[in-house]
T-cell receptor
């Protein structure tokens, strides 16, 4: 059974600091997604990672994928208050017989001004 | 593009009542997903459809839940009878064909409260 674990689940950090959110998964996958959710809002797609070594960046966020380690990271550089949100990773196994997309529990990020 | 449209945005009803949630996916998207989000259990996939056909309903909690997709532009999730533990935010999402490397697009959700 595919398991997706994010850590930390809660993170409070100061503006201007760097930090990394980790997403571990238990079996091989085809794709990995990162989403952002603001309180009371829907999920917004941030990144789609397709292959080993993939790295994507948007502003202060950078996501990477290591399929051999079954690990994806979301790195925040010089955090600003506007990045406060919950971040989810999701692992997609569409080409397998057990075709599923499994979400992690999310990392609630609070950036202090 | 209007995005994924869900209705109602909020629903408050008494235990035992029938609840119907509605979803209109993005035009041209082949896949439609229903999720439930709670603090305790996080985001759970309930069921998904491909070209209006249910593919995997293993996440549907019990027989009180049912979902239909009568055509490419409309889906419903029904709970009958509803129970307080069904209180959650229910999201609908759609995506193009599965090997398009496109993420799912989520609707704004329906916040359901069962009293």
């Amino acid at each position: 059974e595919l398991k997706v674990e994010q850590n930390p689940l809660f993170l409070s950090m100061q503006e201007g600091k760097n930090y990394t959110i980790y997403c571990n998964y238990s079996t091989t996958s085809d794709r990995l997604y990162w989403y952002r959710q603001d309180p009371g809002k829907s999920l917004e797609s941030l990144f789609v990672l397709l292959s080993n070594g993939a790295v994507k960046q948007e502003g202060r966020l950078m996501a990477s994928l290591d399929t051999k380690a079954r690990l994806s990271t979301l790195h925040i550089t010089a955090a600003v208050h506007d990045l406060s949100a919950t971040y989810f990773c999701a692992v997609d196994m569409y080409s397998r017989r057990d075709d599923k997309i499994i979400f992690g529990k999310g990392t609630r990020l609070h950036i202090l001004p | 593009d209007a995005g994924v449209i869900q209705s109602p945005r909020h629903e408050v009803t008494e235990m035992g009542q029938e609840v119907t949630l509605r979803c209109k996916p993005i035009s041209g998207h082949d896949y439609l997903f229903w999720y439930r989000q709670t603090m305790m259990r996080g985001l759970e996939l309930l069921i998904y459809f491909n070209n209006n056909v249910p593919i995997d309903d293993s996440g549907m909690p019990e027989d009180r839940f049912s979902a239909k997709m009568p055509n490419a532009s409309f889906s419903t999730l029904k709970i009958q009878p509803s129970e307080p533990r069904d209180s959650a935010v229910y999201f609908c999402a759609s995506s193009p064909w599965r090997d398009s490397n496109q993420p799912q697009h989520f609707g704004d959700g329906t916040r359901l409260s069962i009293l």
